[in-house]
């Protein structure tokens, strides 16, 4: 089992950034792709990005449209920790900010992620 812990959610206003945490433990070695997803209320849950480590050892990410050139996404393996880095925040960006991890490729389905974290609250206002 992998267990994930999110935290950095908060309330902003439009056009600050903030930036979110997964700590990741456990069997961590059974994973090689970490996401962030979001649901906002009334919404199905949405990619927002992911990192991966390929079978050459190399790092590669992808992004939803919506949050390209404003979020980036990063990893620190001494930590076990992926972050997600908020920039130029839109009150659309609100939504409850979910890590999960899956031992295979980057996937934008939720479906696809074996391990969730609980979540933690961002709320952008106008």
């Known amino acids: 089992q992998v267990q994930l812990v999110e935290s950095g959610g908060g309330l902003v206003q439009a056009g600050d950034s903030l930036r979110l945490s997964c700590a990741a433990s456990?069997?961590?070695?059974?994973?090689?792709?970490m996401a962030w997803f979001r649901q906002a209320p009334g919404k199905e849950r949405e990619f927002v990005a992911a990192?991966?480590?390929?079978?050459?050892?190399?790092?590669?990410?992808d992004y939803a449209d919506s949050v390209k050139g404003r979020f980036t996404i990063s990893g620190d393996n001494a930590k076990n920790t992926v972050y997600l880095q908020m920039s130029s925040l839109k009150p659309e960006d609100t939504a409850v900010y979910y890590c999960?991890?899956?031992?295979?490729?980057?996937?934008?389905?939720?479906?696809?992620?074996?391990?969730w974290g609980q979540g933690t609250q961002v709320t952008v206002s106008s």
């Open positions: 990192i991966s480590r390929n079978v050459d050892n190399i790092y590669y990410a």
């Open positions: 999960a991890a899956r031992g295979g490729a980057i996937d934008s389905a939720p479906t696809r992620y074996n391990y």
């Open positions: 456990g069997r961590t070695f059974t994973t090689n792709t």
